[in-house]
């Protein structure tokens, strides 16, 4: 009976899980047409994601789990990369605080939550779930921070000081990928371990996370067509795809003693393309949202090459894993 309970109960919790999401999360997409891509993003982004970063993590050794050196040298590359390319929009073009400040995340933050565990995890293996949970967590916490901070200073942001606080932190706190690693962490902190029911529902959201994440963007992208490519995307372009891993490599080489594959992940996750969330941030702030939009699908294509070569180098033992041993 255990055993039949095992194998039943995850296909009833996928339709619970359904009916509970679609009572509790609004549907960014709205009605119509639209409703079917809203909900599979709806799935990805509140289940099928947070269950990958779940599963993986709550089983990851504590002591894993702290290595903020690794985080500090990973922050720190992704940032420098941040300011060099805001420096250039707002100093050499002489754009506003605002448009630089979606320029600046469009050169450093990369699609490290749709792509980034998938192609991780099929490249290296789930030694990387780790590094990638690591750096999701907090690269989005301040990502999260920066951007309406950057607005408020621009004239951008209306909430009072209290309220944007409040909302940068209710945004952090409450996001499912932050809430599920979290909660793998404290699993991993206690030894705990699902019945054997539930972690097969985890395990089925798991699964999907990569497929469905992945045609997911595929669709964004289609719906976004390129109409105005920037003068920006001549230096952007090669900062998001070349100099951001380059310099996440040298980083985080030169800062630790980390296993070979932290630093593989490091610089892959680096090598990804723009982030569709820099699209979703110049809509929300009415800045720089046709440009965004270009510039994903851009980096995105050309990842392609860019992303390919650098597996391959990985794969042949051509990049030593640690420039400075």
């Avoid at 296909?11 to 619970?16: N, R, S, T, Y």
């Avoid at 799935?43 to 099928?48: D, E, G, H, R, V």
């Avoid at 070979?260 to 090598?271: G, H, I, K, M």
Wanted: charged share 10%; net charge neutral.
């Amino acid at each position: 009976m255990a055993e039949i309970s095992g194998l039943v109960l995850p296909f009833f919790g996928l339709i619970f899980l359904g009916y509970l999401t679609a009572r509790l999360a609004r549907n960014p997409a709205g009605e119509g047409a639209g409703d079917a891509m809203g909900w599979l993003n709806t799935f990805i982004i509140y289940l099928a994601l947070p269950a990958l970063f779940f599963k993986l993590v709550s089983k990851t050794p504590i002591e894993q789990l702290t290595r903020f050196d690794f985080v500090f040298a990973s922050i720190g590359a992704t940032y420098t990369v941040f300011a060099l390319v805001f420096g250039a929009g707002y100093l050499i073009r002489r754009n506003s605080l605002a448009e630089s400040t979606v320029q600046g995340l469009a050169g450093a933050y990369g699609n490290i939550g749709y792509m980034g565990p998938g192609l991780a995890l099929l490249a290296l293996g789930e030694p990387a779930a780790v590094p990638v949970a690591l750096i999701f967590c907090f690269e989005n916490v301040l990502h999260f921070m920066v951007a309406p901070a950057m607005m408020a200073l621009a004239g951008d942001e209306k909430s009072a000081p209290g309220k944007l606080a409040v909302n940068i932190a209710r945004k952090i706190l409450l996001h499912p990928f932050i809430l599920s690693t979290i909660a793998g962490v404290i699993a991993a902190s206690v030894s705990f371990q699902p019945p054997l029911p539930v972690q097969r529902l985890i395990d089925y959201l798991a699964q999907a996370a990569a497929p469905c994440a992945l045609f997911a963007m595929g669709v964004t992208l289609a719906l976004r067509p390129l109409k105005r490519i920037p003068v920006e995307i001549g230096y952007i372009v090669p900062a998001k795809l070349i100099l951001h891993p380059v310099l996440m490599y040298l980083v985080v080489s030169f800062a630790g003693n980390f296993e070979p594959v932290w630093v593989q992940t490091a610089v892959l996750l680096a090598a990804l393309p723009t982030a569709t969330n820099v699209f979703v941030i110049g809509q929300q702030y009415g800045v720089w949202q046709e440009r965004a939009s270009a510039t994903i699908l851009i980096t995105t294509v050309l990842s392609v090459a860019t992303v390919t070569m650098l597996l391959y180098l990985i794969g042949s033992g051509a990049l030593p894993a640690d420039l400075f041993p």
